[in-house]
């Protein structure tokens, strides 16, 4: 069964600091990996998504990487600002029990201090 | 486009009570998933659905019910409300899930906050 863990569970910075969100899967074979943001209240926005062949992606201040062997992935977020106070989930997409399914992490909350 | 939209926001149901929570997406979509989030943990699949007339159980389908009788709308029912039912749950919808050269990425409503006493 996949499990996806996210680490820290919460995470306090100034504003402008550069900072990076950690996860981890245990079943490297993934179709790909999806980085998503929720804000309270809200539905989940996706930031990036890597396929598994692949071993970045960037958007603006955003990068994520994937290293599939070692069942990790990051998600760099440079200049912070106080509008990126969210949580952040991680979700990857695999082949389980015959379907393809998307589990997710606990995430990671970051409040990002003006 | 409004994307994917969730009916009711937020409910209170009395156990044993059943209800119907209503989702639509104009993109066009042929995937379509229910998952529902309980406090500090991830998001969980209830079901899904590959096209109209298809639907799958995913991780924590008990207690609940789907049907798929067009691309737009993908209703989730709950016949016998229990309070183990208490979360938020989302609607979401993509082009496809496995790539083939196409965008699968996921869209996502607002969510169903679901009180059960």
């Known amino acids: 069964k996949q499990e996806v863990t996210q680490i820290p569970a919460a995470l306090s910075v100034p504003e402008g600091e550069n900072l990076v969100l950690n996860c981890s899967f245990t079943d490297s074979a993934i179709y790909n990996l999806q980085w998503f943001r929720q804000d309270p209240g809200k539905g989940l926005t996706s930031l990036l998504l890597i396929q598994s062949s692949q071993r970045e992606q960037t958007s603006g201040r955003l990068n994520a990487s994937l290293d599939k062997s070692s069942g990790r992935s990051t998600l760099y977020i440079a200049a912070s600002q106080p509008g990126d106070s969210a949580t952040y989930l991680c979700?990857?997409?695999?082949?389980?029990?015959?379907?393809?399914?998307?589990?997710f992490g606990k995430g990671t909350k970051l409040s990002v201090i003006p | 486009n409004a994307g994917v939209t969730q009916t009711p926001k937020f409910r209170i149901l009395k156990i044993g009570q059943s209800m119907t929570l209503q989702c639509t997406q104009d993109m066009n979509h042929n995937y379509m998933y229910w998952y529902r989030q309980d406090p500090g943990m991830g998001l969980k699949l209830i079901y899904y659905?590959?096209?109209?007339?298809?639907?799958d159980k995913g991780e924590v389908p008990n207690g609940y019910n789907v049907s798929r009788s067009t691309t737009e709308d993908f209703p989730l029912r709950l016949e016998l409300a229990a309070p183990s039912q208490t979360s938020v749950y989302f609607c979401?919808?993509?082009?496809?899930?496995?790539?083939?050269?196409?965008?699968?990425?996921?869209?996502f409503g607002p969510g169903t906050r679901l009180l059960v006493l």
């Open positions: 979401a919808s993509s082009y496809s899930m496995v790539s083939r050269g196409l965008q699968e990425t996921q869209y």
């Open positions: 979700a990857v997409l695999y082949s389980g029990a015959g379907s393809y399914q998307l589990t």
């Open positions: 659905s590959v096209g109209a007339g298809i639907t």
